[in-house]
């Protein structure tokens, strides 16, 4: 999703990753744990200079209702986004839960103005109209039209 959004507006697309190393096991009892708790993974790359961009779009998986803990680690890790607007999204079984309210909240903490919110479920993941209206929400707040 995030690759769609990068290419329909021309948006540079910063890949993070969870470098807590889970697996199948420890992702539901730790990864989920560490979600509801607010908690903060190690991420590479572990600084996001966004200083060069007006409009920053943060997308997570949810984890027990809640943004992972590597989508926490990457807000905190954002440099240069004071004053600027965002969008969040995320993707889920069904039940986002507070995800989008909690990411809203953790780019305020950064001065960044949250203009837009999605949540996905599954179903929805390839509903085109849906996605449109994302990348609609990014051109908007970015003053493309
Ligand atoms: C540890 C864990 C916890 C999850 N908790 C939720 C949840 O609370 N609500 C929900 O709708 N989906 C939940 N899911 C489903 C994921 O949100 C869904 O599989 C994900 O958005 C798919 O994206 P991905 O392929 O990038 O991981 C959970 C998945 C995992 C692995």
């Known amino acids: 999703m ?30 989920s744990m560490r979600a509801r708790r607010r908690e903060l993974d190690e991420i590479e790359p572990a600084i996001i200079d966004v200083s060069g961009h007006s409009v920053i779009v ?3 998986p949810v984890w027990a209702w809640s943004p992972t803990p590597a989508a926490n680690a990457a807000i905190a890790a954002l440099m240069g986004c004071e004053g600027k607007k965002g969008i969040v999204f995320a993707t889920c079984g069904g039940k986002a839960g507070e995800t989008l309210a909690m990411m809203k909240e953790a780019l305020a903490a950064k001065g960044v103005d949250v203009v837009g919110g999605f ?9 085109e109209q849906k996605l449109g209206e994302l990348v609609s929400a990014v051109k ?3 003053g493309m039209g």
């Open 2 to 31: 995030a690759k769609r959004i990068a290419t329909a507006t021309g948006g540079e697309l910063i890949r993070v990753k969870d470098l807590a190393g889970y697996n199948k096991i420890t992702l539901y009892l730790k990864g």
């Open 119 to 127: 949540a996905f479920s599954q179903k929805e993941l390839t509903d």
């Open 58 to 60: 943060v997308g997570t």
């Open 140 to 142: 908007q707040a970015a």
